[in-house]
């Protein structure tokens, strides 16, 4: 079963969120979209993401401080956060965005088709490790039933190089076990 790739949008004003799904409309990826930094941190709870468009300016809960904890927590940390804001009056906030954590942080206005290709490249990210994350279990099954396989030629082996009478039926019980994946 393929999982979509989702981008969590994080903004308090509704029509911001908007203008971001429209933006990202087209591209594999599910967009899911929430108006604050607590709404974010639950969201993120009960979902796995492959990029955060996060407002920098929220009441409450600013981005700074939801992107604090969210790259404090195990199993978010290392989801991508793009800072968005209006705010383009200091510099010291893009440099606070990118010590919590984050990977870029774009002023408003901002070119549509650049935030597309940046989202474009964390959704590729995203799936590539997904694929070598299943390519990895993967192999580790080969692995077990390989080393299975070799158990049990080693115990047919030694069975028949044995004194037993019984040896033969044993040694073909044996593989017969290890070929059809049973363990004795």
């Keep these: 079963m393929t999982q979509v790739a989702k981008a969590l949008l994080v903004d308090d004003r509704r029509e ?9 409309q087209g591209l594999p990826v599910q967009s899911v979209a929430v108006e604050s930094g607590e709404a974010a941190l639950k969201q993120l709870l009960v979902d796995d993401f492959a990029v955060i468009l996060l407002d920098a300016q929220m009441p409450d809960m600013d981005g700074f401080e939801t992107a604090s904890h969210i790259k404090r927590r195990e199993r978010t940390r290392h989801v991508p956060i793009i800072f968005l804001t209006a705010a383009d009056r200091d510099a010291q906030l893009a440099l606070r965005g990118y010590q919590i954590g984050a990977v870029d942080y774009l002023t408003k206005p901002f070119d ?9 490249v964390f959704v ?10 299943a390519q990895s279990e993967m192999v580790r099954e080969r692995d077990a039933q ?21 040896a033969v039926a044993r040694a ?13």
């Design 146 to 166: 390989w080393r299975l396989l070799t158990d049990a030629v080693d115990e047919a082996t030694n069975l028949l190089r044995s004194d037993d009478p019984d």
């Design 16 to 24: 911001n969120l908007m203008a971001l799904e429209a933006i990202l």
């Design 124 to 133: 590729e990210l995203w799936t590539k490790t997904r694929q070598l994350a």
């Design 172 to 184: 073909v019980a044996a593989l017969e076990q290890a070929r059809w994946g049973t363990t004795s």
């Design 112 to 120: 549509p088709w650049v935030l597309r290709a940046k989202v474009s």
